[in-house]
């Protein structure tokens, strides 16, 4: 009869470095070893714990799934699997490979569970800045600032992208749910006037 253990986990830093490694079994009692990045004691904990989480929800190799896949890969899946007809229109999918082509541009060489809301805010923000471009023979020439509404479609096909990446287990939740989209409230507080009667 074996031995029952004492922990489930060990936090444990190696000769070779001050970068802090993690040591667990998974499901089926195979030891598994992998490192934290970080050097807080606090932060490698916390990675323990969420690792212990996913093995007894089994979660555990979809989620290092999604680690392991870049942002840019995830939506290229998406477009391929999930946007297109018969699933979606056709319409739906022309303006979700419109909005791909920003959302790559904007998060290049991240992994997918390093899109945070803070990023996604920033994103939003200076797409809110930026001025239209229209190709034309010459090039490109630069219109008006573009439209709100614009910029709000494509936060709309982020967090669909990201719904389905929470649905297939690749991520434990959706940023998007963490951002508010940046508004500019123009005539809001307008004096009103009442009458003594």
């Known amino acids: 009869m074996s031995q029952p253990r004492k922990q489930d986990g060990v936090v444990y830093s190696r000769k070779d470095g001050m970068i802090l490694w993690i040591r667990y079994r998974d499901r089926n009692g195979k030891p598994c070893r992998e490192s934290t990045q970080t050097e807080d004691w606090q932060e490698a904990n916390r990675k323990l714990r969420e690792r212990l989480l996913a093995r007894d929800g089994n979660l555990l190799e979809a989620i290092r799934k999604g680690e392991a896949l870049g942002f ?39 992994r997918l569970v390093e ?13 809110l800045r930026q001025r239209v471009r229209v190709k034309v023979a010459r090039g490109y020439r630069e219109k008006g600032i573009l439209k709100s509404t614009t910029v709000h479609q494509e936060f709309r096909v982020l967090r669909r992208m990201l719904n389905v990446a929470v649905r297939k287990k690749l991520l434990p939740a959706n940023p998007c749910s963490g951002v508010e989209f940046p508004v500019a409230v123009k005539g809001l507080f307008r004096p009103h006037y009442v009458t003594w009667s």
């Open 72 to 110: 840019g890969e995830w939506v290229d899946s998406f477009l391929e699997n999930y946007s297109r007809p018969p699933i979606r229109a056709h319409k739906t999918h022309e303006a979700n490979m419109r909005c791909a082509i920003h959302l790559k541009a904007a998060f290049p060489g991240r």
């Open 115 to 127: 899109i945070t809301a803070d990023a996604i805010e920033d994103y939003l923000r200076n797409r």
